[in-house]
């Protein structure tokens, strides 16, 4: 476990100079999923508090979850950092369909690799079983795909990481832009955490296994064969720009929309 001697000021290892941040409580709506396991490993090793920051990380109550849910909140003042989905991102700060929002990405959470997405999503099984169920097949991420498999013989039929879709973005971690602006010491410190938790995340399995098992629930025999996503450091946004074109080209996004991704990015 790593200390911290001070809450006024961040370094250490990887960190770069002293910060003497703005604020030092930090609360983290994520969205409940392996994509947000960067952060949970950051939270679990100290790294957090190797910033001089205490964070505080609440999966989004609501039933299915509902990245939405974590925006209002956050515009709220409730949540300082979220954890979502960036289509409900783009939405929101487009006003596109959703309430207008000025929306900062300050990280990747993860991307697309095999077998991630295939087949919380948790009442997916009980519909697709259901006695009087109309459905043949249904959409859902990991941990879901592994648990649905296991307990409910559920079987999967496709791999969405392929063709245009392959390596793409699923998740980030976003806040306001007035946030952003208003606490940038308490930001950078949290990102300098955050992109340690990503490095393990992306480099040592137990340490994710560890992490979903905690966060999330999941037993020790399915999390060691749930399919990983890649959990990358930073953010890109000529990646990002695939969500837009994506959600464009399926009629998410009015045709003709231009929008480049960099404005949504520090420092893009």
């Given at each position: 476990m790593i200390a911290t001697t001070s809450g006024c000021s961040s370094g250490g290892p990887g960190g770069g100079a002293p910060l003497k941040l703005e604020k030092t409580n930090i609360v983290v709506d994520a969205f409940p999923a392996i994509d947000s396991a960067g952060l949970y490993i950051a939270q679990t090793e100290g790294l957090f508090a190797a910033q001089g920051l205490h964070v505080t990380i609440v999966p989004t109550p609501k039933i299915p979850p509902s990245t939405q849910d974590l925006i209002?909140?956050?515009e709220k003042g409730t949540y300082d950092i979220t954890a979502?989905?960036?289509v409900t991102y783009i939405e929101d700060q487009l006003g596109a369909g959703a309430p207008k929002a000025d929306l900062r990405i300050i990280a990747e959470a993860s991307f697309l690799q095999p077998n991630v997405l295939a087949l919380p999503f948790p009442g997916v099984a009980t519909a697709l079983t259901a006695p009087n169920s109309h459905l043949s097949a249904s959409f859902a991420p990991e941990p879901f795909v592994s648990l649905d498999e296991a307990g409910a013989d559920i079987q999967e039929l496709a791999d969405?990481?392929?063709?245009?879709?392959?390596d793409f973005p699923i998740q980030g971690y976003a806040v306001t832009a007035a946030w952003a602006k208003k606490y940038p010491n308490t930001l950078l410190a949290f990102t300098r955490a955050l992109a340690q938790g990503q490095e393990i995340a992306d480099t040592n399995r137990a340490?994710?296994?560890?992490?979903?098992?905690q966060y999330l629930g999941i037993p020790k025999?399915?999390?060691a064969f749930i399919?990983?996503?890649?959990?990358?450091?930073?953010?890109?946004?000529?990646r990002l720009q695939r969500v837009v074109s994506a959600m464009?080209?399926?009629?998410?996004?009015p045709q003709g929309t231009k929008f480049n991704m960099s404005s949504m990015v520090i420092g893009g």
């Open positions: 209002d909140g956050q979502g989905d960036y969405l990481d392929q063709g245009f879709t392959q340490a994710v296994e560890g992490a979903i098992e025999e399915t999390a399919s990983l996503p890649t959990f990358p450091l930073g953010v890109d946004p000529v464009t080209r399926f009629n998410l996004l």
